[in-house]
């Protein structure tokens, strides 16, 4: 279904192309890791679900599997004298996700949990957006990220990335700051979003940045600026629409 902001882009031409993140680990690589020894940490199966754990039976350690995700934690142990301690010595783990055995050797440290990803999200990002490419038509994919980057409710196979870049020349008494990148890893597309800047008023019609297209990119495929009239601050969101390639 066609979205009142598809309707607001203007195409300029055919597409050929058909969370902190603490640390990446790959199936039968035996991978040294860090884990909180205070606070959950999570695993995360970037494809498939967790299927099974194992780690030494002397080792203080509460574990929930959940779909896609395992949550660990640390419990404290007593010793002999009474005195309560954390977990300080490093150890192997051993993670079944999507039947791939992941082996590592963890050095438990106090502070914030961390976040591990099992396998690597961007190949599972592409065989995702694979996926869409085939399901839905690029008018409906670019609907979709459009609509997502404006309601700034990015799912997990979008990459985000922030940007610090700002133009004061382009349009004579409008500022365009970028402020962050958004692909679809393996369908060709990416948006660029500008915070836009100018006097309370002021007409930013879509077909004026097109106009100047050649200073927002070189792959440009269309616009859509929410709202074209400026409000009472003077400002409104631009999102520029590129070919990857």
Excluded: W
């Excluded at 959950?40 to 350690?61: K, L």
């Excluded at 993670?95 to 590592?104: L, N, P």
């Excluded at 690597?120 to 409906?140: A, G, H, V």
Aim: proline share 5%.
């Amino acid at each position: 279904m066609k979205s009142s902001y598809l309707n607001a882009i203007l195409f300029l031409g055919v597409c050929f192309q058909a969370s902190a993140q603490n640390s990446i680990v790959h199936p039968e690589v035996e991978t040294n890791i860090t884990l909180s020894s205070t606070n959950p940490n999570r695993f995360n199966c970037t494809d498939g679900i967790v299927n099974d754990m194992a780690f030494p039976d002397d080792f203080p350690i509460s574990a929930k599997a959940k779909d896609g995700n395992l949550y660990v934690s640390y419990t404290k142990y007593q010793e002999a004298n009474g005195d309560v301690k954390t977990v300080k010595k490093k150890h192997t783990l051993h993670v079944v996700c999507d039947s791939k055995v992941y082996t590592m050797i963890v050095h438990p440290i106090e502070g914030q949990g961390r976040t591990i990803r099992l396998g690597d999200p961007i190949t599972s990002q592409l065989k995702k957006n694979s996926k869409l490419l085939r399901e839905k038509s690029e008018d409906e994919l670019i609907a979709n990220l459009v609509l997502a980057a404006y309601h700034n409710d990015l799912p997990p196979n979008f990459t985000v990335s922030s940007s610090n870049k700002s133009m004061k020349n382009v349009i004579a008494g409008i500022t365009f700051d970028e402020i962050r990148n958004i692909s679809l890893n393996g369908v060709g597309l990416s948006l660029k979003e500008y915070i836009v800047t100018g006097e309370p008023g002021s007409l930013i019609p879509p077909k004026l940045i097109v106009e100047q297209g050649k200073y927002f990119s070189d792959r440009l495929r269309g616009v859509s600026i929410k709202p074209e009239r400026l409000p009472e601050n003077g400002k409104a969101r631009l999102f520029v629409l590129e070919n990857k390639l």
